[in-house]
Protein backbone atom coordinates (compact mmCIF):
# COMPACT_ATOMS: atom_id res chain seq x y z
CA UNK A 1 0.00 0.00 0.00
CA UNK A 2 1.30 3.70 -0.39
CA UNK A 3 1.00 6.61 1.97
CA UNK A 4 0.45 10.13 0.76
CA UNK A 5 2.80 11.65 3.37
CA UNK A 6 5.18 14.42 3.52
CA UNK A 7 7.37 12.72 6.00
CA UNK A 8 10.00 11.78 3.84
CA UNK A 9 10.26 15.28 2.25
CA UNK A 10 10.42 17.20 5.62
CA UNK A 11 13.49 14.25 6.28
CA UNK A 12 15.44 15.29 3.60
CA UNK A 13 14.40 19.34 4.24
CA UNK A 14 15.56 19.34 7.89
CA UNK A 15 19.22 19.69 7.38
CA UNK A 16 18.61 21.93 4.41
CA UNK A 17 16.99 24.24 7.38
CA UNK A 18 19.20 23.58 9.77
CA UNK A 19 22.10 24.64 7.35
CA UNK A 20 20.49 27.82 6.50
CA UNK A 21 20.67 28.94 10.10
CA UNK A 22 24.15 28.08 10.70
CA UNK A 23 25.08 29.91 7.98
CA UNK A 24 23.05 33.23 8.86
CA UNK A 25 23.87 32.79 12.84
CA UNK A 26 26.99 30.65 12.86
CA UNK A 27 29.41 33.59 13.35
CA UNK A 28 26.85 35.81 15.31
CA UNK A 29 26.41 34.01 18.43
CA UNK A 30 27.93 31.46 20.37
CA UNK A 31 29.09 28.04 19.03
CA UNK A 32 27.16 26.49 21.35
CA UNK A 33 23.85 27.66 19.47
CA UNK A 34 25.49 26.69 16.00
CA UNK A 35 26.36 22.95 18.00
CA UNK A 36 22.85 22.96 19.33
CA UNK A 37 21.21 23.57 15.53
CA UNK A 38 23.31 20.51 14.19
CA UNK A 39 22.17 18.58 17.20
CA UNK A 40 18.34 19.02 17.15
CA UNK A 41 18.27 18.89 13.11
CA UNK A 42 20.06 15.53 13.50
CA UNK A 43 17.94 14.13 16.23
CA UNK A 44 14.96 15.04 14.11
CA UNK A 45 15.91 13.77 11.05
CA UNK A 46 16.48 10.63 12.50
CA UNK A 47 12.89 10.46 14.36
CA UNK A 48 11.25 11.26 10.94
CA UNK A 49 13.10 8.38 9.34
CA UNK A 50 12.80 5.86 11.77
CA UNK A 51 8.72 6.79 12.29
CA UNK A 52 8.77 5.26 9.19
CA UNK A 53 10.22 2.04 9.09
CA UNK A 54 7.07 -0.08 10.78
CA UNK A 55 4.97 0.96 7.47
CA UNK A 56 7.71 -0.11 5.82
CA UNK A 57 8.83 -3.67 7.21
CA UNK A 58 4.69 -4.32 6.54
CA UNK A 59 5.13 -3.79 3.14
CA UNK A 60 3.61 -0.14 2.94
CA UNK A 61 6.07 2.74 0.56
CA UNK A 62 5.50 6.61 1.53
CA UNK A 63 5.26 8.65 -1.15
CA UNK A 64 5.33 12.62 -1.69
CA UNK A 65 5.24 14.30 -5.10
CA UNK A 66 7.46 18.15 -4.90
CA UNK A 67 5.88 18.95 -8.07
CA UNK A 68 6.10 17.71 -12.06
CA UNK A 69 9.67 18.07 -13.42
CA UNK A 70 8.83 17.47 -17.23
CA UNK A 71 6.29 15.14 -18.65
CA UNK A 72 6.39 11.89 -17.12
CA UNK A 73 9.07 12.94 -14.68
CA UNK A 74 8.38 13.67 -11.05
CA UNK A 75 10.36 15.44 -8.22
CA UNK A 76 9.00 13.03 -6.10
CA UNK A 77 10.20 10.61 -2.61
CA UNK A 78 9.56 7.34 -1.75
CA UNK A 79 10.38 5.31 1.10
CA UNK A 80 10.78 0.80 -0.53
CA UNK A 81 12.98 -0.96 2.05
CA UNK A 82 16.48 -0.57 0.41
CA UNK A 83 16.44 2.73 0.86
CA UNK A 84 15.01 3.26 4.59
CA UNK A 85 18.30 0.97 5.00
CA UNK A 86 20.55 3.71 3.58
CA UNK A 87 18.35 6.65 5.27
CA UNK A 88 18.00 4.56 9.05
CA UNK A 89 22.16 4.34 8.78
CA UNK A 90 23.11 8.00 7.58
CA UNK A 91 20.32 9.36 10.15
CA UNK A 92 21.14 7.96 12.65
CA UNK A 93 25.06 7.94 12.18
CA UNK A 94 24.80 12.33 11.90
CA UNK A 95 23.53 12.14 15.30
CA UNK A 96 26.77 10.20 16.57
CA UNK A 97 28.97 12.28 13.83
CA UNK A 98 27.66 15.56 14.74
CA UNK A 99 29.09 15.02 19.00
CA UNK A 100 32.21 13.32 17.56
CA UNK A 101 32.56 16.44 15.45
CA UNK A 102 31.58 18.91 18.18
CA UNK A 103 34.36 17.06 20.15
CA UNK A 104 37.40 17.16 17.37
CA UNK A 105 36.51 20.97 16.23
CA UNK A 106 36.72 21.72 19.59
CA UNK A 107 39.84 20.01 20.97
CA UNK A 108 41.79 20.63 17.92
CA UNK A 109 40.98 24.43 17.72
CA UNK A 110 39.35 23.99 14.28
CA UNK A 111 39.23 26.97 11.67
CA UNK A 112 35.85 27.40 9.66
CA UNK A 113 33.81 25.45 11.72
CA UNK A 114 30.39 27.10 10.30
CA UNK A 115 30.93 26.40 6.97
CA UNK A 116 31.62 23.04 8.25
CA UNK A 117 28.68 22.30 9.74
CA UNK A 118 26.51 24.16 7.18
CA UNK A 119 28.01 21.66 4.32
CA UNK A 120 27.68 18.33 6.71
CA UNK A 121 24.19 19.00 7.28
CA UNK A 122 23.59 19.71 3.15
CA UNK A 123 25.39 16.80 2.54
CA UNK A 124 23.50 14.45 4.88
CA UNK A 125 20.21 16.22 2.89
CA UNK A 126 21.65 15.09 0.48
CA UNK A 127 21.99 11.64 1.87
CA UNK A 128 18.29 11.47 2.58
CA UNK A 129 17.15 12.86 -0.62
CA UNK A 130 19.06 9.91 -2.66
CA UNK A 131 17.95 7.06 -0.49
CA UNK A 132 14.06 8.11 -0.90
CA UNK A 133 14.20 9.22 -4.41
CA UNK A 134 11.47 7.94 -6.58
CA UNK A 135 13.57 7.73 -9.92
CA UNK A 136 16.59 8.55 -11.64
CA UNK A 137 16.14 12.54 -11.92
CA UNK A 138 15.55 13.30 -8.30
CA UNK A 139 18.17 10.76 -7.21
CA UNK A 140 20.90 12.66 -10.01
CA UNK A 141 19.61 16.05 -8.19
CA UNK A 142 20.12 14.91 -4.51
CA UNK A 143 23.79 12.76 -5.75
CA UNK A 144 25.43 15.99 -7.57
CA UNK A 145 24.01 18.03 -4.67
CA UNK A 146 25.79 15.78 -2.45
CA UNK A 147 29.03 16.18 -4.67
CA UNK A 148 29.06 19.89 -4.37
CA UNK A 149 28.62 20.16 -0.76
CA UNK A 150 31.26 17.72 0.27
CA UNK A 151 33.44 19.88 -1.90
CA UNK A 152 34.24 22.55 1.13
CA UNK A 153 34.50 19.98 3.45
CA UNK A 154 37.45 17.93 1.22
CA UNK A 155 39.07 21.51 1.32
CA UNK A 156 38.72 22.35 4.44
CA UNK A 157 42.04 23.94 5.69
CA UNK A 158 42.27 26.34 2.72
CA UNK A 159 45.63 25.53 1.79
CA UNK A 160 47.23 24.23 -1.51
CA UNK A 161 46.91 20.54 -0.51
CA UNK A 162 43.68 20.66 0.62
CA UNK A 163 42.58 22.80 -2.58
CA UNK A 164 44.45 20.31 -4.94
CA UNK A 165 42.69 17.42 -3.36
CA UNK A 166 39.11 19.17 -3.54
CA UNK A 167 39.49 20.06 -6.66
CA UNK A 168 40.86 16.61 -8.22
CA UNK A 169 37.53 15.05 -6.18
CA UNK A 170 35.53 17.07 -8.57
CA UNK A 171 36.91 16.02 -11.64
CA UNK A 172 36.20 12.60 -10.50
CA UNK A 173 32.65 13.34 -9.69
CA UNK A 174 31.74 15.20 -12.05
CA UNK A 175 32.70 14.03 -14.83
CA UNK A 176 30.79 10.77 -13.70
CA UNK A 177 27.74 12.65 -12.75
CA UNK A 178 27.14 13.84 -16.42
CA UNK A 179 28.39 10.92 -17.95
CA UNK A 180 25.28 9.59 -15.48
CA UNK A 181 22.94 12.09 -16.42
CA UNK A 182 23.36 11.09 -20.28
CA UNK A 183 22.79 7.79 -19.84
CA UNK A 184 19.49 9.29 -17.66
CA UNK A 185 18.58 10.98 -20.33
CA UNK A 186 19.18 8.23 -23.00
CA UNK A 187 16.74 6.26 -21.05
CA UNK A 188 13.99 8.42 -20.34
CA UNK A 189 14.16 8.92 -24.23
CA UNK A 190 14.32 5.05 -25.06
CA UNK A 191 11.83 3.58 -22.43
CA UNK A 192 9.68 6.52 -21.75
CA UNK A 193 10.20 6.42 -17.67
CA UNK A 194 13.06 7.20 -14.89
CA UNK A 195 10.94 5.84 -12.19
CA UNK A 196 12.90 2.96 -9.86
CA UNK A 197 10.88 -0.65 -10.27
CA UNK A 198 11.90 -3.82 -8.10
CA UNK A 199 14.01 -5.78 -10.90
CA UNK A 200 14.21 -3.30 -13.07
CA UNK A 201 11.98 -1.57 -15.92
CA UNK A 202 14.56 -2.17 -18.96
CA UNK A 203 13.73 -5.63 -20.82
CA UNK A 204 16.29 -8.05 -21.64
CA UNK A 205 16.91 -7.68 -25.32
CA UNK A 206 15.31 -4.62 -25.67
CA UNK A 207 19.06 -2.79 -27.15
CA UNK A 208 21.17 -4.86 -28.57
CA UNK A 209 24.28 -6.15 -26.25
CA UNK A 210 26.69 -3.85 -26.79
CA UNK A 211 24.47 -0.68 -26.97
CA UNK A 212 23.23 -2.15 -23.45
CA UNK A 213 26.42 -2.58 -22.23
CA UNK A 214 27.49 0.88 -22.58
CA UNK A 215 24.10 2.82 -21.49
CA UNK A 216 24.93 0.16 -18.44
CA UNK A 217 28.30 1.51 -18.03
CA UNK A 218 27.56 5.07 -18.46
CA UNK A 219 25.29 5.12 -15.74
CA UNK A 220 26.91 2.51 -13.82
CA UNK A 221 30.22 4.95 -13.91
CA UNK A 222 28.58 7.37 -11.32
CA UNK A 223 28.07 4.87 -8.82
CA UNK A 224 31.75 3.36 -9.41
CA UNK A 225 33.46 6.71 -8.51
CA UNK A 226 31.86 7.39 -5.13
CA UNK A 227 32.27 4.04 -3.88
CA UNK A 228 35.92 3.98 -5.26
CA UNK A 229 36.17 0.88 -7.70
CA UNK A 230 39.53 0.99 -9.29
CA UNK A 231 41.04 2.41 -11.69
CA UNK A 232 38.32 5.27 -10.59
CA UNK A 233 39.37 5.24 -6.60
CA UNK A 234 42.19 8.61 -7.13
CA UNK A 235 40.23 10.88 -5.83
CA UNK A 236 39.89 9.00 -2.33
CA UNK A 237 42.94 8.70 -1.13
CA UNK A 238 43.81 12.41 -1.73
CA UNK A 239 40.43 13.43 0.00
CA UNK A 240 42.00 11.88 3.27
CA UNK A 241 43.68 15.47 3.84
CA UNK A 242 40.09 16.72 5.28
CA UNK A 243 39.72 16.51 8.90
CA UNK A 244 39.12 13.26 10.41
CA UNK A 245 35.09 13.77 11.08
CA UNK A 246 34.96 14.42 7.43
CA UNK A 247 37.01 11.13 6.20
CA UNK A 248 34.11 9.35 8.80
CA UNK A 249 31.41 11.42 6.83
CA UNK A 250 32.62 10.07 3.09
CA UNK A 251 33.88 6.66 4.74
CA UNK A 252 31.04 5.85 6.67
CA UNK A 253 28.18 7.97 6.29
CA UNK A 254 27.39 9.55 2.65
CA UNK A 255 29.75 9.92 0.30
CA UNK A 256 30.54 6.23 -0.87
CA UNK A 257 27.98 4.91 0.38
CA UNK A 258 25.99 6.78 -1.65
CA UNK A 259 28.13 5.52 -5.04
CA UNK A 260 27.35 1.89 -3.61
CA UNK A 261 23.45 2.87 -3.23
CA UNK A 262 23.81 3.97 -7.30
CA UNK A 263 25.23 1.00 -8.16
CA UNK A 264 22.49 -1.28 -6.29
CA UNK A 265 19.82 1.21 -7.74
CA UNK A 266 21.15 0.98 -11.69
CA UNK A 267 21.19 -2.83 -11.24
CA UNK A 268 18.41 -3.93 -9.51
CA UNK A 269 15.58 -1.00 -10.14
CA UNK A 270 16.80 0.55 -13.49
CA UNK A 271 18.42 -2.77 -15.52
CA UNK A 272 17.54 -5.80 -13.33
CA UNK A 273 19.02 -8.94 -12.73
CA UNK A 274 17.85 -10.65 -15.72
CA UNK A 275 19.00 -7.71 -17.83
CA UNK A 276 22.06 -7.60 -16.71
CA UNK A 277 22.89 -11.24 -16.48
CA UNK A 278 21.99 -11.22 -20.12
CA UNK A 279 24.20 -8.70 -21.16
CA UNK A 280 26.98 -9.94 -19.67
CA UNK A 281 27.69 -6.71 -17.86
CA UNK A 282 27.27 -8.75 -13.94
CA UNK A 283 30.43 -10.28 -14.90
CA UNK A 284 32.33 -7.03 -16.40
CA UNK A 285 31.41 -5.23 -12.75
CA UNK A 286 31.94 -8.05 -10.27
CA UNK A 287 35.46 -8.92 -12.05
CA UNK A 288 36.82 -5.14 -11.48
CA UNK A 289 35.07 -5.65 -8.09
CA UNK A 290 36.93 -8.72 -7.13
CA UNK A 291 40.35 -6.59 -8.75
CA UNK A 292 39.55 -3.49 -6.17
CA UNK A 293 38.95 -5.59 -3.01
CA UNK A 294 42.30 -7.38 -3.51
CA UNK A 295 44.54 -4.60 -5.07
CA UNK A 296 43.20 -2.17 -2.33
CA UNK A 297 43.93 -4.77 0.58
CA UNK A 298 47.65 -5.00 -0.56
CA UNK A 299 48.04 -1.32 -0.84
CA UNK A 300 46.85 -0.40 2.60
CA UNK A 301 49.37 -2.97 3.92
CA UNK A 302 51.92 -0.50 2.99
CA UNK A 303 50.73 2.33 4.60
CA UNK A 304 52.21 3.63 8.09
CA UNK A 305 49.62 6.39 7.47
CA UNK A 306 46.60 5.59 9.77
CA UNK A 307 44.24 7.19 7.86
CA UNK A 308 45.42 6.97 4.45
CA UNK A 309 45.45 2.80 5.26
CA UNK A 310 41.80 2.83 6.62
CA UNK A 311 41.05 4.96 3.27
CA UNK A 312 42.25 2.03 1.24
CA UNK A 313 40.38 -0.43 3.63
CA UNK A 314 37.46 1.44 2.42
CA UNK A 315 38.03 1.06 -1.22
CA UNK A 316 38.35 -2.86 -0.54
CA UNK A 317 35.28 -2.92 1.41
CA UNK A 318 32.87 -0.94 -0.65
CA UNK A 319 33.63 -3.13 -3.47
CA UNK A 320 32.24 -6.32 -1.19
CA UNK A 321 29.02 -4.48 -1.92
CA UNK A 322 29.63 -3.80 -5.49
CA UNK A 323 30.39 -7.70 -5.89
CA UNK A 324 27.66 -8.61 -3.87
CA UNK A 325 24.94 -6.50 -5.97
CA UNK A 326 26.63 -8.28 -9.07
CA UNK A 327 26.20 -11.65 -8.35
CA UNK A 328 22.38 -10.75 -8.19
CA UNK A 329 21.75 -13.85 -6.13
CA UNK A 330 18.96 -13.18 -3.36
CA UNK A 331 21.44 -13.79 -0.74
CA UNK A 332 24.06 -11.88 -1.99
CA UNK A 333 22.03 -8.53 -2.61
CA UNK A 334 20.91 -8.54 0.85
CA UNK A 335 24.23 -9.57 2.34
CA UNK A 336 25.44 -6.57 0.63
CA UNK A 337 22.35 -4.22 1.51
CA UNK A 338 23.41 -5.03 4.87
CA UNK A 339 27.12 -4.28 4.60
CA UNK A 340 26.47 -0.70 4.08
CA UNK A 341 25.12 -1.18 7.52
CA UNK A 342 27.80 -3.12 8.88
CA UNK A 343 30.60 -1.12 6.97
CA UNK A 344 28.97 2.11 7.97
CA UNK A 345 29.61 1.44 11.91
CA UNK A 346 32.68 -0.20 11.69
CA UNK A 347 34.65 2.26 9.62
CA UNK A 348 32.91 5.17 11.57
CA UNK A 349 34.43 3.45 14.56
CA UNK A 350 38.20 2.92 13.13
CA UNK A 351 38.07 6.98 11.69
CA UNK A 352 36.83 8.26 14.77
CA UNK A 353 39.47 6.49 16.96
CA UNK A 354 42.03 7.41 14.37
CA UNK A 355 40.83 11.22 14.68
CA UNK A 356 40.77 10.79 18.67
CA UNK A 357 44.16 9.54 18.66
CA UNK A 358 45.08 12.52 16.09
CA UNK A 359 43.64 15.23 18.48
CA UNK A 360 44.83 13.41 21.94
CA UNK A 361 48.05 12.40 21.04
CA UNK A 362 48.74 14.59 17.76
CA UNK A 363 49.98 11.05 16.15
CA UNK A 364 49.15 10.23 12.95
CA UNK A 365 51.42 7.50 12.17
CA UNK A 366 51.17 3.50 12.84
CA UNK A 367 55.00 3.21 13.58
CA UNK A 368 54.86 6.24 16.41
CA UNK A 369 51.88 4.46 18.35
CA UNK A 370 53.59 1.64 20.23
CA UNK A 371 52.21 1.11 23.51
CA UNK A 372 49.38 4.13 22.80
CA UNK A 373 46.50 1.11 24.56
CA UNK A 374 48.60 2.32 27.87
CA UNK A 375 47.68 5.75 27.49
CA UNK A 376 44.25 5.53 25.27
CA UNK A 377 43.04 1.94 26.48
CA UNK A 378 38.45 2.60 25.48
CA UNK A 379 39.99 4.11 22.04
CA UNK A 380 42.16 1.37 21.30
CA UNK A 381 40.26 -1.47 22.24
CA UNK A 382 37.28 0.27 19.98
CA UNK A 383 39.71 0.21 17.41
CA UNK A 384 40.69 -3.33 17.76
CA UNK A 385 37.09 -4.51 17.74
CA UNK A 386 36.04 -2.84 14.66
CA UNK A 387 39.16 -3.83 12.67
CA UNK A 388 37.99 -7.70 14.07
CA UNK A 389 34.70 -6.80 12.44
CA UNK A 390 36.31 -5.71 9.17
CA UNK A 391 37.99 -8.77 8.42
CA UNK A 392 34.68 -10.58 8.66
CA UNK A 393 34.79 -12.24 12.35
CA UNK A 394 31.66 -13.73 13.60
CA UNK A 395 29.58 -11.68 16.39
CA UNK A 396 30.11 -8.80 14.61
CA UNK A 397 28.14 -7.14 11.82
CA UNK A 398 30.73 -7.47 9.27
CA UNK A 399 30.48 -11.16 9.28
CA UNK A 400 26.55 -11.51 8.75
CA UNK A 401 26.75 -9.16 5.63
CA UNK A 402 29.87 -10.95 4.33
CA UNK A 403 28.22 -14.55 5.18
CA UNK A 404 25.32 -14.03 2.87
CA UNK A 405 27.47 -12.64 0.36
CA UNK A 406 29.74 -15.94 0.20
CA UNK A 407 26.60 -18.06 0.46
CA UNK A 408 25.43 -16.03 -2.68
CA UNK A 409 27.99 -16.91 -4.91
CA UNK A 410 28.35 -20.24 -3.73
CA UNK A 411 24.65 -20.45 -4.88
CA UNK A 412 24.89 -19.01 -8.16
CA UNK A 413 27.94 -21.39 -8.84
CA UNK A 414 30.75 -18.68 -8.76
CA UNK A 415 32.79 -19.44 -6.16
CA UNK A 416 35.72 -17.81 -7.56
CA UNK A 417 34.37 -14.83 -5.56
CA UNK A 418 33.76 -16.69 -2.69
CA UNK A 419 37.68 -17.17 -2.48
CA UNK A 420 37.91 -13.53 -3.41
CA UNK A 421 36.19 -12.90 -0.20
CA UNK A 422 37.67 -15.22 2.11
CA UNK A 423 41.19 -13.96 0.59
CA UNK A 424 40.24 -10.23 1.39
CA UNK A 425 39.31 -11.27 4.52
CA UNK A 426 42.45 -12.75 5.31
CA UNK A 427 44.37 -9.83 3.84
CA UNK A 428 42.16 -7.32 6.08
CA UNK A 429 43.38 -9.11 9.39
CA UNK A 430 47.04 -8.39 7.80
CA UNK A 431 46.52 -4.79 7.53
CA UNK A 432 44.93 -3.66 10.63
CA UNK A 433 45.79 -6.64 12.73
CA UNK A 434 49.51 -5.35 13.00
CA UNK A 435 47.77 -1.76 13.82
CA UNK A 436 45.96 -3.20 17.30
CA UNK A 437 49.20 -5.06 18.23
CA UNK A 438 51.54 -2.02 17.62
CA UNK A 439 48.74 -0.12 20.35
CA UNK A 440 48.91 -3.09 23.06
CA UNK A 441 52.86 -3.91 22.06
CA UNK A 442 55.12 -3.88 25.44
CA UNK A 443 57.24 -1.15 23.97
CA UNK A 444 58.00 2.07 24.92
CA UNK A 445 55.64 5.31 25.30
CA UNK A 446 54.30 6.17 22.13
CA UNK A 447 56.14 9.93 20.78
CA UNK A 448 53.92 12.39 22.19
CA UNK A 449 53.83 15.74 19.66
CA UNK A 450 53.26 18.10 22.66
CA UNK A 451 53.32 21.20 19.85
CA UNK A 452 50.58 20.03 18.72
CA UNK A 453 48.46 18.89 22.12
CA UNK A 454 49.86 21.38 24.25
CA UNK A 455 51.11 18.75 26.80
CA UNK A 456 53.30 16.03 27.27
CA UNK A 457 50.89 13.33 28.77
CA UNK A 458 47.52 12.55 28.11
CA UNK A 459 44.35 10.29 28.99
CA UNK A 460 42.01 8.42 26.73
CA UNK A 461 40.06 11.28 23.96
CA UNK A 462 37.86 13.30 25.12
CA UNK A 463 33.99 12.38 25.92
CA UNK A 464 32.92 14.26 23.30
CA UNK A 465 35.04 11.90 20.82
CA UNK A 466 34.71 8.84 23.41
CA UNK A 467 31.10 8.48 23.26
CA UNK A 468 30.34 7.99 20.18
CA UNK A 469 33.10 5.94 19.35
CA UNK A 470 32.11 3.12 21.71
CA UNK A 471 28.20 3.56 20.91
CA UNK A 472 29.31 2.66 17.42
CA UNK A 473 31.57 -0.35 18.61
CA UNK A 474 28.88 -1.41 20.63
CA UNK A 475 26.52 -1.05 18.09
CA UNK A 476 28.93 -3.41 15.74
CA UNK A 477 28.88 -6.16 18.11
CA UNK A 478 25.17 -6.08 18.86
CA UNK A 479 24.27 -6.31 15.15
CA UNK A 480 27.15 -9.10 14.77
CA UNK A 481 24.79 -11.32 17.82
CA UNK A 482 20.99 -9.99 16.45
CA UNK A 483 21.77 -8.54 13.11
CA UNK A 484 17.65 -7.37 13.74
CA UNK A 485 18.09 -5.12 16.56
CA UNK A 486 16.41 -2.01 16.62
CA UNK A 487 14.75 -0.99 12.99
CA UNK A 488 15.17 -4.84 11.61
CA UNK A 489 17.75 -3.57 9.10
CA UNK A 490 18.46 -7.47 8.42
CA UNK A 491 14.79 -7.63 7.17
CA UNK A 492 14.83 -4.73 5.35
CA UNK A 493 17.42 -5.92 3.16
CA UNK A 494 15.97 -9.45 2.99
CA UNK A 495 12.56 -7.78 1.97
CA UNK A 496 14.40 -5.33 -0.76
CA UNK A 497 16.22 -8.54 -2.14
CA UNK A 498 13.33 -10.27 -2.11
CA UNK A 499 11.39 -7.90 -3.94
CA UNK A 500 14.60 -7.22 -6.47
CA UNK A 501 14.81 -11.29 -7.79
CA UNK A 502 10.87 -11.69 -7.31
CA UNK A 503 11.10 -14.00 -4.50
CA UNK A 504 13.17 -16.59 -6.71
CA UNK A 505 15.11 -18.32 -3.95
CA UNK A 506 13.45 -16.61 -1.10
CA UNK A 507 15.86 -16.07 1.81
CA UNK A 508 15.23 -18.05 4.79
Given at each position: MTILSIIPFLAVVVSLAAAFLILVFGNRVKPNVREAVTLLAAVIKAALVFSMVPAVLKGNEYYFCL?????????????????????????????????????????????????????????????????????????????????????????????????????????????????????????????????????????????????????????????????????????????????????????????????????????????????????????????????????????????????????????????????????????????????????AFLKITLFMCAGAIYVTAGLSEISTMGGLAKRMPVTCTCFALASLGIAGLPLLAGFVSKFNIIRGAFLMGKPIFAAVLVAAALLALSYLIPVVRIFFGKGGQPAVNSEHTGHTG?????????????ITAAVSLVLGVMPDAGPHLYDLAVIAAEAITGGGGAIV
Open positions: WEIADGVELAFRTDAAGMVFACVASGLWIVTSVYSIGYMRGHHEKNQTGYFAAFAVCLSSAIGISFAANLVTFFIFYEMLTVATYPLVAHYRDDKAKASGRKYLAYTLISGQLFFAAIAAVYVIYGTCDFRAGGFIEPGSLSGGLMILLFFLMIGGGAVKAGVMPLHGWLPAAMVAPTPVSALLHAVAVVKAGAFCVLRVVCYVFGPDTVASCGADKILAWFAAATILLSSFIAMRKDNLKARLAFSTIGQLSYIVLGISVLAPYSIAGAMFHIVAHYTDAAAAMLIPIT
